[in-house]
């Protein structure tokens, strides 16, 4: 029997790829409706959803059809939608 490899942490870019695409699932949209509503190539979405290479441009466009913009913050910036897990009761 083959022992399975330790799966490595996810990148903030998997993390990304993972909720852009579950936000377009959850908002019913196709790859294709998508690429037209942000004037990108459908392709690039695909990309974008499997962490593979996208400009900066093009993740923006994307972000923005989907309604939400892309922004920068410092690393381990605790933020609004955090506290609840950060002092939750152990139970």
Known sequence: MRK???QP????VERLAASLRATRRERKLTQQTLAERSGIARR???NAEHAGNVGI???CR???ALGYEVVLR???TVIL???ND????DE
């Not at 950060?86 to 009761?89: A, E, G, K, S, T």
């Open 9 to 12: 942490p996810i990148s903030n």
């Open 57 to 59: 441009r093009e993740l």
């Open 62 to 64: 994307l972000a923005n």
């Open 44 to 46: 690039t979405i695909t």
């Open 86 to 89: 950060i002092f939750r009761d």
């Open 74 to 76: 410092p690393m381990d």
């Open 81 to 83: 939608e955090d506290l």
């Open 4 to 6: 399975k490899a330790a």
